[in-house]
């Protein structure tokens, strides 16, 4: 520590102790400070705590009972998700939603970092052009895109196909990994690219097996970034498909909207629980990554 | 782009005058090259993303009839109606409130936080509980706050304990829908501001702080006059990202309204979705969705400018 001490101070004159709690009560925030810091993660906490409680309740038991209480068994667990998975047709809409969200997330994330090596590690004119052109993909909102793409893929045949679907979630998830990736790889050195490239490697074989090995770990945490986005879609996925058969998840859940008479609320959140638990695994599994890509990216 | 790239190139162009054509042909097969593996991403991007805004802008000058669909050129009728529109008055209205709520709500809340959980033993497991509704599809978050605001639901149940029965309906009545599903909004996205301000929490120097604490400042005073200041470019990018999340919030909304009447009052984005997929007024809601994407552009705009000052105020 090389800190400048002001002239005037007598260090004589200074009152350790007080300055050592001062220091103590700022780095631990002072212990009332940690209690409403409790006291506001378990409140963050209660809709959780609901939805669970209640995808255990049968649906007598959640109309008559105290809607925090405990469940009295486990058992009406299992007439919950039987209920939900008929009424929303889970099993097609489960596969839609990892087929769009695996292959959508996965090549965006390829073709982004084919881009960003192009752009990072390439001097020529009009690199910044073309980079700004894909990055314009990030800028506007997504209510734009929707009513050009509903004709567009009404003419072309393309409205209510898994194609369709896979094209379009792949380029809404290329834009935002190219910002990201052209950065990490405008920082990773050109001296293994030039000796590659005395051996006589060729420029694909270069991105595949040297640059795209050494990005993986951002790579990844674009996926799983992207992979959420696509799988919590609701917009796209209702405008863009109708039949129930290639329809993802979300919009799925939509069959529940206006008929609440028909359907127990038990049954209603059971669906959205199971809806949301891939995501959320995800996230609690692999945290680390996940905040990694989502903070250093957005910053 | 680093300091690297920028001496390579003028090396390169060095290079050229003095070597002659071999090193001309280097250089554009480097171009070549280079644009040959942004070709795809460009290709999506335009096509998918960039071709669909620019028919939008063109649909909003036009006007639809059925049967013919949109091309007759209308001028600025669709623009027009939107002023003379009762719905759109009423949705703009309510956007603002969103825009002004997600403006000190988020922020306020996350920067509490931060300076709350800073260096505090349990930081890490109660990051990760503010964060995990992030991670829950906005529709699943709908549909539970639904039951929570629903007249015989938790939040009156909560509110029974203390003035006798409730049994107000939240998101059936004008006054209280929009608050309630601001509030919803917030409990689900406060975790990615709360994360952005304590990576910046941690990256202000000690020393600076320290010194203050030496010369007697309060906990109150070291945080307004050298924490706060020296935090602003973390603050400055997380109310842009708020404002602009609760500007165009959409799913939210949709689910947690609908059996409210009107919704499409709720919001523009809402009212963009139903003038084109329920009311059929195509050209009307491009113009809608032209609206958004204006405001959208300005207020990243205004990002990069403040950014500018910002930046430049601090060195």
Known sequence: ?299 | MGDRSMSDSELGALDAERLGSADVRQRRRNALTGALFAAPALLFVTSFLLYPVAMNVWYSFTAWRKFEGLGEWAGLANYQRLATNPNFEAAAINTGIWVIASLVLPVALALALAVLLNGARFSDTAKTLFFLPRVLAPTAAGVIWYYVYAPNGVLNGFLSLFVGPVDRGWLFEDSTITPAIIVAFVWQTVGLPMVLLLIGLAAIPRDPIEAAQIDGATPGQVFLHVTLPLLLPTILVVVIISVLAGFTAFDHIWVMAQSFPGKRRLSLTVLMYYEAFTNNAWAFASAIAVVLGGIVLAVTWLQAVLQERVDRMLK
């Open chain 1, 1 to 299: 520590m090389n800190r400048v001490q002001p002239q005037h101070l007598d260090l004589s004159a200074i009152d350790w102790r007080e300055v050592a709690r001062r220091k103590r009560r700022l780095v631990s925030g002072g212990s009332w400070g940690m209690w409403l810091a409790v006291a506001m993660a378990l409140l963050w906490m209660v809709p959780f705590y609901y939805l669970l409680i209640t995808i255990f309740k049968s649906p007598a038991e959640f109309a008559t009972g105290p809607k925090l209480a405990l469940p009295e068994g486990l058992w009406p667990v299992v007439g919950n998700v039987s209920a939900a998975w008929q009424a929303a047709r889970m099993g097609p809409a489960f596969l839609n939603s990892a087929i769009y969200a695996v292959t959508g997330a996965a090549s965006a994330v390829i073709i982004a970092a084919m881009a960003a090596h192009g752009l990072a590690r390439f001097d020529f004119r009009g690199r910044t052009a073309l980079f700004m052109t894909i990055f314009a993909g990030t800028v506007f909102p997504l209510q734009l895109y929707l009513i050009p793409l509903f004709f567009s893929y009404q003419s072309l045949g393309l409205i209510d196909t898994r194609l369709g679907m896979i094209l379009f979630y792949t380029a809404i998830c290329i834009p935002f990994p190219v910002l990201v990736l052209r950065n990490y790889m405008s920082q990773m050195s050109r001296e293994m690219d030039e000796a590659a490239r005395m051996d006589g490697c060729g420029e694909f074989r270069l991105f595949f097996s040297i640059v795209l090995p050494n990005a993986s770990s951002p790579m990844l945490a674009l996926f799983l970034l992207q992979f959420t986005w696509v799988w919590n879609d609701l917009l796209f996925a209702t405008v863009l498909t109708q039949s129930p058969e290639l329809r993802p998840i979300m919009p799925a859940l939509q069959v529940f909207q206006g008929g609440y008479a028909s359907q127990s609320p038990t049954v209603i959140l059971t669906a959205s629980f199971l809806a949301s638990l891939p995501t959320v695994l995800l996230f609690l599994a692999m945290r680390r990554t996940f905040m990694t890509g989502l903070t250093a990216a957005r910053n």
